[in-house]
């Protein structure tokens, strides 16, 4: 670990926005100013670095900020980050600056590119996990997973009052990219009967099966939260396929999108993303360089960017049997 001292840091904003991003941007801006460093915010994700818009912050720029869902610092994907000219450029724009330190707050493809930077330019970078969809091994949680969740969690509910007055069989869409968490947490917390994620195979004749018997001791109300992941294809196919097995049903089909990634960060996520933002900055201070943090039972945990990259977290059959036993 280098013990080479950072003096400048900037932060940035990448991949899909997530609620909690600005409380993040905040913590960090105001523990790097209580150390007595600079900190600059780089706006657009990458892009920002390779186009030079950069700008410093002061404690007033993240001023009202912190209830607020996207990213002050907005966010982007950048193409050229992925070509070696793109990233010279980039660190051009930082040695210019002074810049020798960046948190970088995103998911695994923008902790990818700040492994790949910080590996040819030797700027230290701390990753913040801050995606929707709870797909990074390392931490209980990232930023944004439970506005998300609880986002899909009002929308259920409300869909179940219809579901409820019509006898109906709704098959719900939630987001999560290659990841079942946010179907797991809402679909338990909504009492769905069936829960489809990638994690777990879909057995198409097991979940007619189970629909059947229900409807047999008068279950006429299903709902099922499909992951937009789910290998089978997402709500709409399966929506399909029920619709030719199942003729007898009224089957309704609704994608919750992008509904899911906007709004105010709930409390959990606004308390995570201080707690990140501020060890983040700690780390960098300490000499740290290239880990993510994360929490993991309530303290913060540090996990090297390859090994976030690389690995997902695991979601336990316990939780599979639960919905089963509780879904009866
Ligand atoms: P997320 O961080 O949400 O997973 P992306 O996978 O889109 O989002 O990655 C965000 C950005 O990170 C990309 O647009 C690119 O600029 C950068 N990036 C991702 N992978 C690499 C890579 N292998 N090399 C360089 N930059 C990368």
């Given at each position: 670990m280098s013990a080479k001292k950072v003096n400048k840091i900037g932060v940035l904003t990448s991949g899909g926005d997530a609620p909690g991003m600005n409380a993040a941007i905040r913590a960090v801006v105001r523990t790097s100013i209580h150390h007595g460093l600079e900190v600059f915010g780089i706006m657009r994700g990458y892009n920002g670095m390779v186009d030079d818009d950069i700008f410093q912050m002061d404690s007033r720029s993240v001023?009202?900020?912190?209830?607020?869902?996207?990213?002050?610092?907005k966010t982007a994907r950048s193409k050229e980050f992925f070509e070696p000219e793109g990233r010279k450029k980039a660190y051009e724009n930082l040695k210019k600056r002074g810049i020798d330190g960046l948190v970088i707050i995103g998911g695994d493809g923008s902790f990818r590119g700040a492994q790949k930077f910080s590996n040819e330019f030797d700027i230290p970078c701390i990753g913040l996990p801050g995606t929707i969809d709870k797909d990074i091994a390392g931490s209980d949680f990232t930023i944004g997973f439970d506005t998300a969740v609880n986002t899909a969690i009002d929308a259920i509910d409300k869909i179940r009052d219809t579901m409820d007055a019509h006898d109906r069989l709704f098959l719900v869409e939630v987001m999560g990219r290659d990841a079942g968490y946010i179907a797991l947490h809402s679909g338990i917390a909504t009492g769905a009967e069936n829960i489809l994620i990638p994690e777990s195979r879909t057995d198409i004749e097991a979940l007619i099966y189970n629909l059947t018997e229900k409807e047999k001791r008068k279950k006429l109300v299903n709902l099922v939260v499909v992951a937009e992941g789910d290998e089978f294809g997402g709500a709409n196919e399966l929506g399909k396929v029920l619709k030719e097995r199942l003729p007898q049903a009224d089957i309704r089909v609704c994608i919750l999108g992008h509904i899911q990634r906007g709004g105010s960060p709930s409390g959990l996520d606004r308390l995570i993303a201080s707690h990140m933002g501020y060890h983040a900055v700690e780390a960098l201070v300490a000499g740290r360089r290239n880990e993510m943090i994360g929490i993991v039972n309530n303290a913060v945990h540090y996990t090297p960017l390859d090994k976030a990259i690389k690995e997902k977290q695991n979601i336990g059959e316990e939780w599979m049997k639960i919905v089963k036993i509780l879904a009866s």
């Open positions: 001023a009202n900020i912190i209830q607020r869902g996207g990213t002050i610092l």
